[in-house]
C-alpha cells in the first residue's frame, strides 16, 4: 500500500504531505501515530471493499483532528451552529466526532459530507452508514496498534466482512458502556438496533 497517495479529487485543498504536515503539529506522537495505522488500515479496507481510497485517506488522517481540542471549542462550535444541546451532556469521547467534523471543516476545509460524516459517526457509528463510514469505524478499531480482547476476532470478521465488523464492534462497544456504568450516547444506540439487534432498528 503506497503511504504517498497523490490526492486528485480536491477533497481537501491541500497535498497529503501538507496534511501530514499539519496533523504533526496538531495531535501528540501517540495520537499521531495512530491516525497514520488508521489511514494505512482504512485504505486496505477500502481496497477490499470499493470505497475511494482518495477519501478513505483523508478521513482515516483526519478523523481524530479535533481529539486535543479543551472543551471550549466544542462548545463554542456546539452553540454557533445551533447543534442538538443534548450534545452539551456529552464530553470529548463523543465531541471529537460529532463536533469535530465541523472543525474539520472549517479549519482544513474538508466539504465532502462523506468523508465529515466518517468523521462524525467514527466513535458512535450511525444508523445508516455508508461503506466509507464503516471503513473508519472499524480501520480506528482493529489498526495494528490496538490491543483489547477480542482485536484479534474483531480483525477476522472484518476481513469477512465490512459490516459484521460494524456489528461486532457496536455490540462490544455497548457492553464495555454499561459494564462500566457510562453514559451511552442515544446514536450509539440507534446503532446497535439498526446493526446488532435482530428486531429493531430497520
Ligand atoms: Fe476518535
Ligand atoms: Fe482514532
Same mark, same amino acid.
Given at each position: 500500500?503506497?503511504?504517498?497517495?497523490?490526492?486528485?479529487?480536491?477533497?481537501?485543498?491541500?497535498?497529503?504531505?501538507?496534511?501530514?504536515?499539519?496533523?504533526?503539529?496538531?495531535?501528540?506522537?501517540?495520537?499521531?501515530?495512530?491516525?497514520?495505522?488508521?489511514?494505512?488500515?482504512?485504505?486496505?479496507?477500502?481496497?477490499?471493499?470499493?470505497?475511494?481510497?482518495?477519501?478513505?485517506?483523508?478521513?482515516?488522517?483526519?478523523?481524530?483532528?479535533?481529539?486535543?481540542?479543551?472543551?471550549?471549542?466544542?462548545?463554542?462550535?456546539?452553540?454557533?451552529?445551533?447543534?442538538?444541546?443534548?450534545?452539551?451532556?456529552?464530553?470529548?469521547? &463523543?465531541?471529537?466526532?460529532?463536533?469535530?467534523?465541523?472543525?474539520?471543516?472549517?479549519?482544513?476545509?474538508?466539504?465532502?459530507?462523506?468523508?465529515?460524516?466518517?468523521?462524525?459517526?467514527?466513535?458512535?457509528?450511525?444508523?445508516?452508514?455508508?461503506?466509507?463510514?464503516?471503513?473508519?469505524?472499524?480501520?480506528?478499531?482493529?489498526?495494528?496498534?490496538?490491543?483489547?480482547?477480542?482485536?484479534?476476532?474483531?480483525?477476522?470478521?472484518?476481513?469477512?466482512?465490512?459490516?459484521?465488523?460494524?456489528?461486532?464492534?457496536?455490540?462490544?462497544?455497548?457492553?464495555?458502556? &454499561?459494564?462500566?456504568?457510562?453514559?451511552?450516547?442515544?446514536?450509539?444506540?440507534?446503532?446497535?438496533?439498526?446493526?446488532?439487534?435482530?428486531?429493531?432498528?430497520?
Amino acid at each position: 500500500m503506497s503511504k504517498e497517495l497523490i490526492y486528485q479529487q480536491h477533497f481537501l485543498p491541500s497535498s497529503r504531505a501538507e496534511l501530514v504536515d499539519v496533523l504533526q503539529h496538531t495531535l501528540t506522537k501517540t495520537r499521531f501515530e495512530h491516525v497514520l495505522r488508521v489511514e494505512q488500515t482504512a485504505l486496505q479496507l477500502a481496497l477490499q471493499n470499493d470505497v475511494s481510497l482518495e477519501k478513505a485517506s483523508i478521513a482515516g488522517l483526519t478523523h481524530d483532528y479535533a481529539k486535543q481540542r479543551p472543551n471550549q471549542d466544542f462548545i463554542k462550535v456546539i452553540q454557533e451552529n445551533k447543534m442538538d444541546p443534548d450534545l452539551l451532556n456529552y464530553g470529548n469521547a &463523543i465531541w471529537h466526532g460529532v463536533v469535530g467534523a465541523e472543525l474539520v471543516k472549517q479549519e482544513l476545509h474538508v466539504w465532502d459530507e462523506d468523508i465529515l460524516n466518517a468523521i462524525r459517526h467514527h466513535t458512535t457509528g450511525a444508523q445508516v452508514m455508508s461503506k466509507l463510514e464503516q471503513v473508519i469505524y472499524m480501520a480506528d478499531y482493529i489498526e495494528p496498534g490496538r490491543d483489547f480482547p477480542g482485536v484479534v476476532e474483531a480483525r477476522q470478521i472484518t476481513q469477512a466482512s465490512l459490516s459484521a465488523g460494524v456489528a461486532y464492534q457496536t455490540k462490544q462497544t455497548l457492553q464495555y458502556l &454499561i459494564e462500566h456504568d457510562k453514559a451511552v450516547y442515544p446514536k450509539t444506540i440507534a446503532t446497535y438496533n439498526a446493526w446488532v439487534a435482530t428486531n429493531g432498528g430497520n
